[in-house]
């Protein structure tokens, strides 16, 4: 889990409308996740190129085998030494927990139950409650 410090939750801030973007990209990245649970960590390089540059950076260090500590201090940095700000800052924050989650391995629901926080209060709630309901229909 990245650390976080006042400067960094600062530069978290965004308004409430640009949150509402956050769920796709959650849903983005457990359908990631479950790429690289069902064809193995090297399919993320494919199904990363082209995308934001954390996220492919941070998906070749996964396949390239680096332990969990060192994925984080590497990400901890990119984070610390990134200049953007709001929104954009904070689905580099995202997608630095979703890496965290897919190099540990977690399962789609834990990975979820860490990302949905991100996009605020109400937000969270529903996709957590979306997670329930089709646990429930699964018969989990």
Known sequence: MILWNAELTKRLTCSEREKAALPSLVHDLLALSDKARGEGVKALLE?????????????????????????????????????????????????????????????RDLLLRKLAPYCGADKATSLLRALDAASGENGL
């Open 47 to 107: 199904a990363t190129a082209g995308e934001g540059p954390m996220l492919s950076y941070g998906c070749r260090l996964i396949a390239e085998g680096y332990s969990e500590e060192v994925l984080e201090e590497i990400l901890a940095v990119y984070l610390t030494t990134s200049t953007l700000a709001g929104l954009e800052f904070l689905k580099q924050c995202v997608c630095a927990e979703a890496l965290l989650g897919i190099a540990a391995g977690d399962s």
